[in-house]
């Protein structure tokens, strides 16, 4: 297959462009009315129609290759149509659409038909001239579509240059009459857009292209047809509106065919510009005259008709350029997420936080636990969002994580988990960091290091891990008579808390007795444990009651449990913070019994499509993570193959258009749809909290505040 080329198209946009502007500047009025009249009701008419046919060509040469979407296309232009509604607000205010009568009938009516400004009538006419056409297409097949069409068409010319012929037939007249109460005009998306999308559409459906030759005769010959058609009218004053003719049909037909056998090179930075100068150049009209006015200079300016056009396409087509440039530019700022990256959305972060504030007692805090780097959410940018929130309580599980967060300004308190060797003595004291006693020996080595060093106590309570013994009160007691540890608190850590079941309840009871037992001893020895903690995220959702100062919360904060199946007893709507993301590297169709990667782990049944992703187990994506998905398109693909240190493949053979570039969600949720971090943990065997905070260094991370 030969790779057509549409440069020819491309290039008469601009052209397009121009004779638009024209139509509403008249250029050639002081030079010649005549000469102004072919110009812009005549030549100049054949523009919407040739952004008609683009329209209806580009979208069954997407179908065809599988890449158009319905919705995409119909949201990008109510967007656009959207934008110029806002931007015409002002000269709407101005002269005064307001202030009409029958204001919601008219709102209506121009909305969905006339356009809210008079040129804007081009953008619904798309919207409801594709949809029809689409619609109809379904239903009726090729020909019955394009014959309706035409019909539509036909009744529209009578509405509009031909007005005068039918005017005094009494029932067509009433037709007509009632139409233009619907829509003011009949050139719009039901009489005059849906012919030239079918005929863009029938171009591209024939393949065929006429011999130059033949396309340029036909061209010249209908457009004398159209210039006679054009006069005859203008003559015989039957026109009401002066933009159908019958001859704008062949006319299009064959100037599209000449635009296509010119065969010049594509040339795509076309494609934008032309639009915005169609939208914005009756805002330049505006300021040009505006300027002429002020600046007294109306004469040179304004009347004389050919400046006065080349003024306002120039202000249009630098403004156009400009506005080209600047969403180009933000655009590509946007490809900071350039490989594959994860974006952490902190308004979750804030609901998580009050959510679960809200299920503990008023006087209980939480320790926003932001250990292995926010469990890979980014550990500065979650704890000062959470500082933010009034958290003033960090928990991490190191030395190093603790003075990082002081580096980057994280203020309050930061207790470390974990255990730090003697020779850091020194930096528990220069970053004002709290360290957990992990027995009574570790208690001795901190006082020997002989400067005062802030501590909380760590109580052993059954997990038979970090911690003093419950049962070695004697011990315990012994701490608090060192004399350079300021004990600030003590804590025990709950080992089945996750659970329901009765044995687990009754575990975790015995744990939070001993844990209170001791309390009640120290107490009794004339000591104060000072604050008290004993819950971590299940803690929490599952004993919210206990009385304690701080809850030591991590995986809840960040919006998930650690496993899809756990049940709680308190039941919070959690929103998870984090989602995970890559791009398309590569797009190959396979044909069947193919393997796909390393060790030939997967072999294709049919022939189909595979994507490679930006993305791997380096990243963080566990390596057995068999059977899992990924979302692209809004569709959920499985994951084939083995998954590399650096990308994974895809099976994409149901998925229309996917391509070079675009984004795939490996956890997270779009438009409804999602992949939660519980269901990839599951399904690679393991717990959310390992599989956050194993998210690698080489991911991106980008904030959502
Ligand atoms: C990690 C950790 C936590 C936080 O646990 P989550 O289940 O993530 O809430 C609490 N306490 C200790 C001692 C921890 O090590």
Same mark, same amino acid.
């Given at each position: 297959?030969?790779?057509?080329?549409?440069?020819?198209?491309?290039?008469?946009?601009?052209?397009?462009?121009?004779?638009?502007?024209?139509?509403?500047?008249?250029?050639?009025?002081?030079?010649?009315?005549?000469?102004?009249?072919?110009?812009?009701?005549?030549?100049?008419?054949?523009?919407?129609?040739?952004?008609?046919?683009?329209?209806?060509?580009?979208?069954?040469?997407?179908?065809?290759?599988?890449?158009?979407?319905?919705?995409?296309?119909?949201?990008?232009?109510?967007?656009?149509?959207?934008?110029?509604?806002?931007?015409?607000?002002?000269?709407?205010?101005?002269?005064?659409?307001?202030?009409?009568?029958?204001?919601?009938?008219?709102?209506?009516?121009?909305?969905?038909?006339?356009?809210?400004?008079?040129?804007?009538?081009?953008?619904?006419?798309?919207?409801?001239?594709?949809?029809?056409?689409?619609?109809?297409?379904?239903?009726?097949?090729?020909?019955?579509?394009?014959?309706?069409?035409?019909?539509?068409? +036909? =009744?529209? #010319?009578? @509405?509009?240059?031909?007005?005068?012929? $039918? *005017?005094?037939?009494?029932?067509? /007249?009433?037709?007509? &009459?009632?139409?233009?109460?619907?829509?003011?005009?009949?050139?719009?998306?039901?009489?005059?857009?849906?012919?030239?999308?079918?005929?863009?559409?029938?171009?591209?459906?024939?393949?065929?292209?006429?011999?130059?030759?033949?396309?340029?005769?036909?061209?010249?010959?209908?457009?004398?047809?159209?210039?006679?058609?054009?006069?005859?009218?203008?003559?015989?004053?039957?026109?009401?509106?002066?933009?159908?003719?019958?001859?704008?049909?062949?006319?299009?037909?064959?100037?599209?065919?000449?635009?296509?056998?010119?065969?010049?090179?594509?040339?795509?930075?076309?494609?934008?510009?032309?639009?915005?100068?169609?939208?914005?150049?009756?805002?330049? +009209? =505006?300021? #040009?005259? @505006?300027?002429?006015?002020?600046?007294? $200079? *109306?004469?040179?300016?304004?009347? /004389?008709?050919?400046? &006065?056009?080349?003024?306002?396409?120039?202000?249009?087509?630098?403004?156009?350029?400009?506005?080209?440039?600047?969403?180009?530019?933000?655009?590509?700022?946007?490809?900071?997420?350039?490989?594959?990256?994860?974006?952490?959305?902190?308004?979750?972060?804030?609901?998580?936080?009050?959510?679960?504030?809200?299920?503990?007692?008023?006087?209980?805090?939480?320790?926003?636990?932001?250990?292995?780097?926010?469990?890979?959410?980014?550990?500065?940018?979650?704890?000062?969002?959470?500082?933010?929130?009034?958290?003033?309580?960090?928990?991490?599980?190191?030395?190093?994580?603790?003075?990082?967060?002081?580096?980057?300004?994280?203020?309050?308190?930061?207790? +470390?988990?974990?255990?730090?060797?003697?020779?850091?003595?020194?930096?528990?004291?220069?970053?004002?960091?709290?360290?957990?006693?992990?027995?009574?020996?570790?208690?001795?080595?901190?006082?020997?290091?002989?400067?005062?060093?802030?501590?909380?106590?760590?109580?052993?309570?059954?997990?038979?891990?970090?911690?003093?013994?419950?049962?070695?009160?004697?011990?315990?007691?012994?701490?608090?008579?060192?004399?350079?540890?300021?004990?600030?608190?003590?804590?025990?850590?709950?080992?089945?808390?996750?659970?329901?079941?009765?044995?687990?309840?009754?575990?975790?009871?015995?744990?939070?007795?001993?844990?209170?037992?001791?309390?009640?001893?120290?107490?009794?020895?004339?000591?104060?444990?000072?604050?008290?903690?004993?819950?971590?995220?299940?803690?929490?959702?599952?004993?919210?009651?206990?009385?304690?100062?701080?809850?030591?919360?991590?995986?809840?904060?960040?919006?998930?449990?650690?496993?899809?199946?756990?049940?709680?007893?308190?039941?919070?709507?959690?929103?998870?913070?984090?989602?995970?993301?890559?791009?398309?590297?590569?797009?190959?169709?396979?044909?069947?019994?193919?393997?796909?990667?390393?060790?030939?782990?997967?072999?294709?049944?049919?022939?189909?499509?595979?994507?490679?992703?930006?993305?791997?187990?380096?990243?963080?994506?566990?390596?057995?993570?068999?059977?899992?998905?990924?979302?692209?398109?809004?569709?959920?693909?499985?994951?084939?193959?083995?998954?590399?240190?650096?990308?994974?493949?895809?099976?994409?053979?149901?998925?229309?258009?996917?391509?070079?570039?675009?984004?795939?969600?490996?956890?997270?949720?779009?438009?409804?749809?999602?992949?939660?971090?519980?269901?990839?943990?599951?399904?690679?065997?393991?717990?959310?909290?390992?599989?956050?905070?194993?998210?690698?260094?080489?991911?991106?991370?980008?904030?959502?505040?």
């Amino acid at each position: 297959m030969v790779k057509r080329e549409y440069g020819g198209i491309d290039y008469f946009r601009v052209i397009a462009a121009i004779l638009v502007v024209a139509i509403h500047t008249s250029p050639l009025s002081s030079v010649s009315m005549t000469a102004d009249f072919f110009l812009t009701r005549i030549i100049a008419r054949v523009a919407v129609p040739f952004f008609f046919m683009v329209t209806g060509f580009f979208i069954f040469s997407k179908q065809e290759k599988k890449q158009f979407s319905y919705s995409d296309f119909f949201v990008k232009i109510g967007k656009i149509y959207s934008i110029s509604i806002v931007l015409y607000l002002p000269l709407n205010i101005y002269t005064g659409y307001f202030k009409g009568y029958n204001l919601f009938g008219n709102i209506v009516k121009d909305l969905v038909f006339n356009g809210t400004f008079y040129h804007l009538w081009y953008l619904p006419g798309i919207i409801l001239g594709v949809g029809m056409a689409l619609v109809l297409l379904k239903f009726f097949g090729f020909k019955n579509t394009f014959l309706i069409s035409l019909i539509l068409y +036909i =009744v529209g #010319v009578f @509405g509009d240059s031909y007005y005068g012929f $039918i *005017e005094n037939l009494p029932v067509v /007249n009433r037709f007509y &009459h009632l139409l233009f109460q619907l829509f003011g005009y009949t050139r719009n998306g039901i009489f005059f857009s849906p012919i030239f999308i079918l005929l863009g559409m029938l171009i591209f459906k024939r393949k065929e292209k006429l011999p130059f030759k033949l396309a340029i005769t036909g061209f010249v010959c209908s457009l004398g047809l159209m210039f006679l058609e054009g006069w005859l009218i203008h003559v015989l004053m039957v026109a009401r509106h002066d933009s159908m003719y019958f001859s704008l049909i062949p006319v299009m037909y064959f100037m599209f065919q000449v635009l296509f056998s010119l065969n010049i090179k594509n040339k795509k930075s076309l494609r934008a510009i032309p639009l915005y100068v169609y939208i914005i150049h009756p805002w330049s +009209i =505006v300021l #040009v005259r @505006g300027i002429g006015k002020v600046l007294s $200079i *109306e004469k040179q300016l304004i009347e /004389n008709s050919l400046i &006065h056009f080349i003024v306002v396409l120039v202000v249009s087509f630098v403004t156009a350029y400009l506005v080209y440039i600047f969403l180009k530019k933000k655009r590509l700022k946007n490809y900071k997420k350039g490989r594959a990256w994860c974006e952490v959305n902190l308004s979750n972060l804030r609901h998580n936080y009050q959510a679960l504030k809200n299920v503990l007692p008023q006087d209980c805090d939480i320790m926003g636990v932001v250990k292995a780097d926010a469990y890979g959410h980014g550990d500065v940018l979650i704890a000062s969002a959470l500082q933010k929130e009034g958290v003033q309580n960090f928990a991490v599980a190191s030395l190093r994580e603790g003075i990082k967060l002081r580096k980057k300004g994280i203020k309050g308190k930061i207790l +470390i988990l974990g255990y730090t060797y003697p020779k850091e003595f020194n930096k528990l004291k220069k970053y004002n960091l709290i360290q957990t006693v992990v027995d009574c020996q570790y208690a001795k080595a901190l006082n020997d290091y002989g400067k005062r060093i802030k501590v909380h106590i760590k109580i052993d309570t059954g997990m038979n891990r970090l911690g003093e013994d419950f049962a070695n009160t004697e011990e315990i007691i012994k701490i608090f008579k060192f004399s350079n540890l300021e004990v600030e608190g003590m804590y025990t850590h709950l080992c089945v808390s996750d659970s329901l079941l009765d044995k687990d309840i009754l575990f975790s009871l015995d744990q939070m007795g001993r844990f209170y037992n001791v309390i009640e001893t120290l107490k009794t020895a004339g000591h104060s444990p000072k604050n008290i903690h004993i819950q971590s995220s299940y803690g929490v959702l599952n004993y919210p009651e206990l009385h304690c100062q701080y809850a030591r919360v991590g995986i809840a904060l960040y919006g998930m449990l650690s496993s899809e199946s756990d049940q709680t007893r308190v039941k919070i709507a959690l929103k998870p913070v984090l989602s995970v993301k890559a791009r398309v590297s590569i797009v190959k169709e396979i044909k069947a019994n193919k393997n796909i990667g390393y060790g030939g782990q997967f072999t294709t049944k049919e022939s189909g499509k595979i994507a490679t992703l930006t993305i791997g187990y380096a990243d963080g994506i566990p390596r057995n993570l068999t059977d899992g998905k990924v979302m692209i398109k809004g569709k959920q693909v499985p994951i084939v193959g083995s998954i590399c240190m650096d990308q994974i493949t895809i099976d994409v053979t149901n998925i229309a258009g996917v391509q070079q570039g675009d984004v795939v969600t490996l956890i997270g949720q779009v438009n409804g749809e999602k992949i939660t971090g519980e269901e990839v943990a599951r399904k690679a065997g393991t717990i959310t909290n390992e599989l956050f905070s194993r998210l690698g260094s080489r991911l991106e991370r980008v904030y959502h505040y």
